[in-house]
Antibody, heavy 117, light 110 residues
Framework: QVQLVESGGGVVQPGRSLRLSCVGSGFTFSTYAMHWVRQAPGKGLQWVAIISYDGSKKYYADSVKGRFSISRDDSKNSMYLQMNSLEPDDTALYYC??????????WGQGAAVAVSS | QSVLTQPPSASGTPGQNVTISCSGATSNIGRNTVTWYRQLPGTAPELLITSTNLRPSGVPDRYSGPKSGTSASLVISGLQSEDEADYYCAAWDDSLNGYIFGTGTKVTVL
């Protein structure tokens, strides 16, 4: 069955960096676009970034553009989110999701990121 | 427009039908597939249905997701206790080159 597992979350000071990882299993990872979606505590869902199936296209939400970078390593069935210059507003649960059917058909359980001094 | 508009809450008794609206613009709902998600407390969202009527395996056909113009709806037929959750719509936006989510609707089963 399809599984997505995020890791790398934690508590970090404003201005510092963090890298999230997402490992996929149960499907051919290299044939799917992948996304990061986040949810601040008690708030709604916010799309963060997408990487195409072959890594050639990457798009970001305006709120993270220039600070976050999405990448993938299909040999490891993995996707990453490099987060630099973190701000308190980046505090959220970060979900990895598979792109399909015009949206997101499978989700991980999330990695918690807290930005606080 | 960086967000799709949903009512904050909806409710119904078991067996009733409940409809949640999702309002957007030509650049998102008007041109692209709308997808709907259910999020139970403390869990990750799950895809329910698309505006092209595609439904992941295991999702009951009590959910439908029609779209018209720049608006979409999620219809829950025969409301059940397990439907008490938060619901979100989403669509790709051609102007933003990104996905946008709805503001979310909390469904309560009375």
């Amino acid at each position: 069955q399809v599984q997505l597992v995020e890791s790398g979350g934690g508590v970090v000071q404003p201005g510092r960096s963090l890298r999230l990882s997402c490992v996929g299993s149960g499907f051919t990872f290299s044939t799917y676009a992948m996304h990061w979606v986040r949810q601040a505590p008690g708030k709604g869902l916010q799309w963060v970034a997408i990487i195409s199936y072959d890594g050639s296209k990457k798009y970001y939400a305006d709120s993270v553009k220039g600070r976050f970078s999405i990448s993938r390593d299909d040999s490891k069935n993995s996707m990453y989110l490099q987060m630099n210059s973190l701000e308190p507003d980046d505090t959220a649960l970060y979900y990895c999701a598979r792109g399909n059917l015009g949206g997101f058909d499978y989700w991980g359980q999330g990695a918690a990121v807290a930005v606080s001094s | 427009q960086s967000v799709l508009t949903q009512p904050p809450s909806a409710s119904g008794t078991p067996g009733q039908n409940v409809t949640i609206s999702c309002s957007g613009a030509t650049s998102n709902i008007g041109r692209n597939t709308v997808t709907w998600y259910r999020q139970l407390p403390g869990t990750a969202p799950e895809l329910l249905i698309t505006s092209t009527n595609l439904r992941p395996s295991g999702v009951p056909d009590r959910y439908s997701g029609p779209k018209s113009g720049t608006s979409a709806s999620l219809v829950i037929s025969g409301l059940q206790s397990e439907d008490e959750a938060d619901y979100y719509c989403a669509a790709w936006d051609d102007s933003l080159n990104g996905y946008i989510f709805g503001t979310g609707t909390k469904v309560t089963v009375l």
